[in-house]
């Protein structure tokens, strides 16, 4: 039997890695674990709660107490909490924000890392998010680190955000990844970075077909070295 590995996927915002994951989970038939999802799910039920998402003692509360998990639907991955579908719920930039504050709080790493181990535990699994190949899952079989020019990825993120029927300005959604990226990047706990063995993937300029093909050859690759 084929050997089911352990995929990491990590990149900044809009970089590509939802769609490469979820693109390449579905072509394997692995799980795929979108920790960037719970990282906004995270956010979005301390804004419901009133909490400030910057508040150690009160968010990590809350995240240790939350139970997650994710399903197929069709090509679509769901994402529910305690129960909950949040799946459109934390799609909007706003979470985004408010997921790169809470995702500073060592409280909130410190609970979703133990659930995010549980789940990749069986391997067979591409896990995405900023820290996967560094603190997440270190023994990752494959790590991937997808970037594109920031300037694309604001239009990749523009044009999601339309589709999904919002109106969002590029110079704005330009702003705002560049600082939700400053932020994840310069945090203390966990900040986002290329493991020292990932496989660096510059994603401008190329359709989600092509990234594909090109982490389906890594993962070929990396099956016949073992
Ligand atoms: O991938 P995303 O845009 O859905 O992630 C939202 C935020 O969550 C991101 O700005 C930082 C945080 N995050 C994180 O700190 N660590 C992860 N493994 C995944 C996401």
Same mark, same amino acid.
């Given at each position: 039997?084929?050997?089911?590995?352990?995929?990491?996927?990590?990149?900044?915002?809009?970089?590509?890695?939802?769609?490469?994951?979820?693109? $390449?989970?579905?072509?394997?038939?692995?799980?795929? +674990?979108?920790?960037?999802?719970?990282?906004? /799910?995270?956010?979005?039920?301390?804004?419901?709660?009133?909490?400030?998402?910057?508040?150690?003692?009160?968010?990590? =509360?809350?995240?240790?107490?939350?139970?997650?998990?994710?399903?197929?639907?069709?090509?679509?991955?769901?994402?529910?909490?305690?129960?909950?579908?949040?799946?459109?719920? +934390?799609?909007? !930039?706003?979470?985004?924000?408010?997921?790169?504050?809470? /995702?500073?709080?060592?409280?909130?790493?410190?609970?979703?890392?133990?659930?995010?181990?549980? $789940?990749?535990?069986?391997?067979?699994?591409?896990?995405?998010?900023?820290?996967?190949?560094?603190?997440?899952?270190?023994?990752?079989?494959?790590?991937?680190?997808?970037? /594109?020019?920031?300037? !694309?990825?604001?239009?990749?993120?523009?044009?999601?955000?339309?589709?999904?029927?919002?109106?969002?300005?590029?110079?704005?959604?330009?702003?705002? +990844?560049?600082?939700?990226?400053?932020?994840?990047?310069?945090?203390?706990? /966990?900040?986002?970075?290329?493991?020292?063995?990932? +496989?660096?993937?510059?994603?401008?300029?190329?359709?989600?077909?092509?990234?594909?093909?090109?982490?389906?050859? $890594?993962?070929? =690759?990396?099956? =016949?070295?073992?």
């Amino acid at each position: 039997m084929t050997r089911r590995l352990t995929i990491a996927i990590d990149g900044p915002a809009a970089s590509g890695k939802g769609t490469a994951a979820r693109m $390449l989970a579905q072509k394997l038939d692995y799980a795929y +674990i979108d920790t960037g999802a719970m990282y906004r /799910a995270v956010g979005l039920l301390a804004r419901q709660s009133g909490l400030d998402c910057f508040d150690g003692g009160a968010v990590g =509360a809350l995240a240790a107490r939350l139970r997650f998990a994710f399903h197929w639907d069709g090509d679509h991955l769901r994402i529910f909490v305690d129960g909950r579908d949040l799946t459109g719920a +934390i799609r909007a !930039e706003a979470a985004g924000q408010d997921a790169s504050a809470v /995702a500073t709080l060592p409280a909130v790493r410190a609970a979703l890392l133990d659930q995010q181990r549980a $789940l990749a535990q069986d391997g067979g699994v591409v896990m995405d998010g900023r820290d996967i190949g560094t603190v997440v899952l270190p023994q990752a079989d494959l790590k991937v680190y997808l970037d /594109a020019s920031p300037r !694309e990825r604001a239009r990749r993120r523009t044009d999601e955000l339309r589709r999904r029927g919002g109106s969002a300005d590029l110079d704005q959604v330009f702003s705002e +990844i560049s600082a939700r990226d400053h932020q994840d990047r310069t945090r203390a706990t /966990a900040p986002l970075r290329q493991a020292d063995d990932a +496989i660096l993937l510059d994603t401008t300029g190329l359709p989600p077909s092509a990234v594909l093909t090109r982490l389906l050859a $890594l993962v070929q =690759a990396r099956l =016949a070295a073992s």
